[in-house]
């Protein structure tokens, strides 16, 4: 029998939430990684050959373990993937966008975050506020593909898969983020040791949990209409769910897919639905024509083929020609960049213009309401993130500078 191979997990130490340039980011309160998934859309570059000489190296330690424990008796332990639920969830964003990972950890201004993945053919709108079409029948053309989603309302994460339009959940997971080092209590059978007919009693038992765990929320969590109540059960849904994501690489743009991303803050909190749709690449920076929508320089980039040249001038940026919202050094930022820009792509005229009108400020939606969601310098505000260590100070509006200035 061959053996499976185990995804590849990779640190992201210098990953970092915007105005937060010090502080290293950790993940249910381990430091921050994603799984490799390669080198589609341009993050991550591997060497292939590199790549084979590790794979190469891990077979040949895997046929000596194989050969040594030929004559020993059969054990219980099997291989354990590396990929966490936390893990899988901050890899699908981390490759859709980088931003919306970072908007996912980044409690301080974002109330919310939502990121859906929608057949095509259905209209993205508010989930609460959406109505599905008719069920289709066995000959129907309807689309039955299911809606993906993940979601992060305050330090409560929920993921799992929704009806087409996103009115009705068939599998939702939901964990709680712990934001303070806590302990939670579970009962333990002991038998007293004073005389030998003693009775088992249940004993308390506090585990620690330290300050950004993700604690599984079974109370919140339900499988085809059925309330779930075993922690253990929505672990193992979630890996389920997280392993077949990973495996349909459901962060790529597609012929049979688009994606959704949508955000709250305190000032707009929509009650009704998802909040505000927005492009990643708009929430702390705005909309820049003369910048590369995905490495951001001026005109050109490691990844353009002008920049293979010392003597190659600069190559104009290239607006994208069906909406016109963003400009590209290189058809391999372009492509790197379309699962994400996709999104605004394709809505109309007026959604893309209310999209437009509140990511126009210098520091993109962040600052568009910019007395909610930075503190004032002298305050001593400190940060909510349990992604971050504790006591660090809330990103700052300094006196006299908004954030336009």
Not at 138 to 143: A, F, G, L, N, V
């Amino acid at each position: 029998m061959g053996n499976t191979k185990l995804p590849r997990v990779l640190a992201l130490p210098s990953f970092r939430i915007p105005d937060y340039p010090e502080e290293a980011l950790a993940l249910d309160a381990r430091p921050l990684a994603v799984v490799d998934v390669g080198e589609e859309g341009g993050r991550e570059k591997e060497k292939e050959k590199e790549e084979e000489e590790e794979e190469e190296e891990e077979e040949e330690e895997e046929e000596e373990e194989e050969e040594q424990n030929q004559d020993q008796p059969p054990s219980s332990t099997t291989k354990t993937s590396p990929v966490t639920p936390a893990i899988g969830v901050a890899s699908i964003l981390y490759a859709w966008h980088p931003m919306a990972l970072a908007a996912f950890m980044d409690l301080d201004a974002w109330f919310s975050v939502t990121w859906s993945l929608i057949p095509s053919g259905t209209a993205i709108t508010n989930t609460l506020t959406s109505t599905c079409p008719s069920t289709p029948t066995p000959t129907s053309t309807s689309t039955s593909t299911p809606r993906l989603e993940i979601g992060r309302i305050g330090p409560k994460i929920t993921f799992g898969t929704l009806s087409p339009c996103g009115s009705t959940w068939s599998l939702m997971l939901t964990y709680d983020m712990s934001t303070s080092t806590s302990t939670s209590t579970s009962t333990s059978t002991s038998t007293s040791t004073s005389t030998p007919t003693s009775t088992p009693t249940s004993t308390p038992t506090s585990t620690p949990h330290p300050r950004g765990t993700w604690l599984p929320n079974p109370q919140e969590s339900m499988q085809n209409e059925q309330d779930m109540t075993d922690a253990s059960a929505v672990n193992a849904l979630a890996q389920a769910w997280i392993d077949d994501c990973l495996a349909r690489r459901v962060w790529a743009a597609g012929k049979g897919w688009k994606h959704g991303f949508w955000v709250e803050y305190g000032g707009v909190i929509d009650v009704w639905g998802d909040g505000v749709p927005m492009v990643p690449g708009w929430l702390y920076e705005g909309v820049d024509l003369g910048r590369c929508a995905w490495c951001r320089v001026i005109s050109s980039c490691p990844l353009s083929p002008a920049s293979a040249s010392a003597s190659a001038s600069p190559a104009p940026l290239q607006r994208c020609a069906r909406c016109g919202t963003a400009a590209y050094c290189s058809r391999t930022c372009q492509a790197a960049d379309w699962p994400a820009h996709k999104f605004v792509c394709t809505m109309g005229l007026q959604d893309r213009g209310q999209m437009l009108q509140m990511a126009a400020a210098k520091r993109g939606l962040l600052g568009y309401d910019e007395e909610r969601m930075f503190a004032r310098e002298g305050e001593g505000v400190q940060s909510v993130n349990c992604h971050l260590r504790e006591g660090v100070a809330k990103r700052v509006m300094r006196r006299g500078e908004g954030v336009d200035g």
